[in-house]
């Protein structure tokens, strides 16, 4: 009894020591915003399952499930509810693809997903992101005037439980739907805070949240300055919006912003490339079969004034379509440290039970034919983030892009 009461402190001890270090900055994180999906992909239907998996799905499988849950009824000391038993098996079934990206999703989490595609929910106005280490989930924004700022939560809190369900390795996707709901419900959350990991909890109430996916200012000396958060549904007119305030505001230069952008829709990202490089392909896709898709301008817009765009290790998916196109067609310097490095495509498939799965379907290329998965785009001009204790607001990185952009209009 005194070892294992031994072991519990010791367990508790390293947990401890282990937040410290995620509130501190010391693990890197999968950057994932609870607001949106990782890839861009289309909507497809899907017919059910044929006989083609009867080798796998045969009568040795069913009798092994058969005694499985007879040991789980004998022994298993909780309830068991038959619904997550039986998503467990597809989501288990699914899993032994060993992709990340290729996923089994419920009702509720594919309802989760559609509406994050779209830049509106039903949600508390949260970005988190995701330490594949803990399960944990790290507060990136907080949305100005959401249901998250009302309630008091804070950049930089870890949340570890969403009402009375302790997050334990979950996919980030099923998290998110425990954290949105229907407008006007409430979700308790329960987070860690500040170096000391202080335990609270927050209530927050959910309402209707439309994504502000695009920021934008003019910098001095006429350079324009847009960051873009994500590529949702609604960030091409936000993204079209800012270019022409800032072109009526007689801008000379331009910087964009996408570090920390986990990627959207390629449908998105393709029409916002479309108001800046010149006619040709912007990127391409293979399949499993080697069939090239090629998503194309087809009229000449080739943005002219000086440009650089800014990116790092967390700029991942559409971010990276986004780059890769600007520096192969070379009308932009890329300024930052290497991306991540995501350089696949998914699509979603209707099982037509409300229901979806996502499966890697191809990998897509720049319009050189650079494949960057698992490796990312390097940057014309690499620059490490350095933080600047004495100023908050201090960012040597934008500063590099804006003396990039002002050296070319000398």
Not at 20 to 45: D, N
Request: with cysteine.
């Amino acid at each position: 009894m005194e070892e294992l009461e031994r072991e519990l402190e010791q367990e508790e001890l390293n947990k401890k020591k282990f937040i410290k270090g995620v509130l501190c900055g010391a693990l890197a994180m999968f950057v994932a915003m609870a607001v949106i999906g990782f890839a861009g992909y289309k909507l497809i239907g899907h017919s059910r399952g044929t006989d083609a998996n009867a080798e796998i799905l045969g009568t040795a499988t069913e009798d092994k499930l058969g005694q499985i849950r007879e040991l789980l009824d004998k022994y298993y000391l909780y309830d068991i509810d038959d619904d997550e038993l039986q998503t467990g098996i597809y989501e288990g079934f699914v899993s032994g693809v060993d992709d990340p990206y290729t996923v089994y999703y419920d009702e509720e989490a594919t309802k989760d997903l559609l509406e994050s595609s779209s830049g509106e929910f039903y949600g508390i106005g949260v970005g988190i992101s995701l330490d594949t280490s803990t399960g944990y989930l790290t507060v990136l924004q907080v949305y100005e005037g959401s249901p998250a700022e009302e309630a008091g939560l804070e950049v930089g809190d870890v949340i570890y439980k969403v009402d009375d369900r302790e997050i334990d390795g979950e996919d980030l996707s099923e998290v998110v739907s425990w954290i949105r709901g229907e407008e006007g419900s409430q979700v308790r959350l329960g987070i860690y805070r500040g170096e000391d990991a202080k335990e609270m909890e927050f209530t927050a109430t959910r309402a209707k949240i439309e994504m502000h996916t695009v920021e934008h200012e003019m910098k001095e000396n006429q350079i324009g300055y847009i960051r873009v958060t994500e590529f949702d549904t609604v960030t091409y007119d936000q993204f079209k919006t800012a270019l022409t305030d800032l072109q009526d505001q007689g801008m000379k230069g331009l910087v964009i912003d996408l570090r920390s952008n986990p990627g959207g829709n390629v449908a998105t990202v393709c029409d916002m490339m479309r108001l800046l490089l010149p006619k040709g392909v912007m990127v391409y896709t293979e399949d499993k079969d080697g069939n090239r898709t090629d998503y194309t301008n087809d009229s000449d817009s080739g943005f002219d004034l000086p440009l650089t765009v800014l990116v790092d290790g967390y700029s991942a998916s559409a971010s990276e379509i986004f780059t890769g196109a600007i520096q192969d067609y070379g009308i932009g310097q890329v300024v930052g440290t290497t991306t991540y490095g995501k350089g696949v495509v998914q699509q979603l498939l209707d099982l037509k039970d409300g229901t979806y799965l996502k499966v890697t379907i191809s990998e897509y290329f720049t319009p050189n034919g650079r494949s960057i998965n698992k490796k990312g785009i390097d940057p014309d001009v690499e620059i490490e983030y350095e933080v600047n204790e004495e100023d908050e607001n201090a960012d040597n990185q934008l500063d590099k892009a804006l003396e990039i952009v002002q050296g070319e209009l000398q």
